[in-house]
């Protein structure tokens, strides 16, 4: 619309996926502890959305901008059951947590222990003030964003061209290894709390008095570790980045007239240039730890993301 000035595109769609390839587990009296089998319903429901403006046009400059979203949800509806609840783990953290499908839930659950409560919501501590444990595993929610979508500005000023593209992905969750060892090994900021004196966890004793008990703080944080409890490196793992960074310069009208080359152009680009808002410390919301793409959500310790910086020359004959 408006001369091309304004775009827009949407779609809506659903889809049903059955019999997909699944790693469940099986009898270890079989001499094996999983097989793999072809088997499920899931349920998919999203929209997407492309709008491009050009809010500025004129002879010598033009500021365009595209913003490009998805919003989907994936729901197990059926396992070897339809029977809500119903689970199969996928895969396992190295540091105790678990990926699950699970009957009537969205899919890809991170699970595992976490912090026992009473009917208040009030966490629970042992005699000695340590935190006491879930007696079955929790599902965090989903490792898959329900938000994905980058939104691009580009600029064009006679012959210079600058562009910068900001993306997301909203909505999922994590569990980071890093912050597994960080914490168990007393290197986590958040282990600084009780260095003194010894750690007061804010709840109740086991009796459902306000528990006063000062823990020993190396087994207080390390309980991530000795009782599997991993709900403190369970994070929101969402993050809006800087993505990209292009500067170019089109050269095509310095070029002799009978020059091989139609068109040059040359750009500086920056990728991955910085994070501009994440919810989980010390890593890269994007840094994952395993082979296989199945195992989305748990992260491990590795090595960082980098940050990569060039130039980009383009000849068109």
Known sequence: MFDNRFGLDI????????DQIITAQISDGSGFV???INTGESR???IEFLV??????SEDFQWSVSFNGMYNKTKVLRLQTDEEGETITVGRHVFNGFLQQVVGQEIGQLAG?????????????????????????VNF??????WVGGITNSFNYKGINFSFLIDFKLGNMMMSGTNFNATRHGLHRMTLDGREG???????NQAGEQNTVA???QTYWEVVRSQQLVEPIVYDGGYWKLRQISLGYDLTRFLPENFPAQAVRLNFVANNVFILQKWVPNIDPESFGFTSDNLVGLESTGLPTTRGLGFNLNVKF
Do not use: C, E, H, W
């Not at 491009?52 to 046009?57: G, K, T």
């Open 215 to 217: 823990a020993d703080p």
């Open 52 to 57: 491009n403006v050009v809010p500025v046009q």
């Open 11 to 18: 779609a809506a769609y659903q889809k049903n996926t059955i």
């Open 198 to 204: 010894g750690v007061v966890g804010d709840g109740v």
């Open 34 to 36: 999983n097989t793999r």
């Open 44 to 46: 998919t429901r999203g």
């Open 141 to 146: 929610g989903s490792a898959l964003p329900n």
């Open 113 to 137: 222990f976490g912090f026992r409560r009473d009917a208040q919501g009030r966490q629970i501590f042992g005699d000695n003030g340590v935190a006491m444990r879930t007696d079955d595993l």
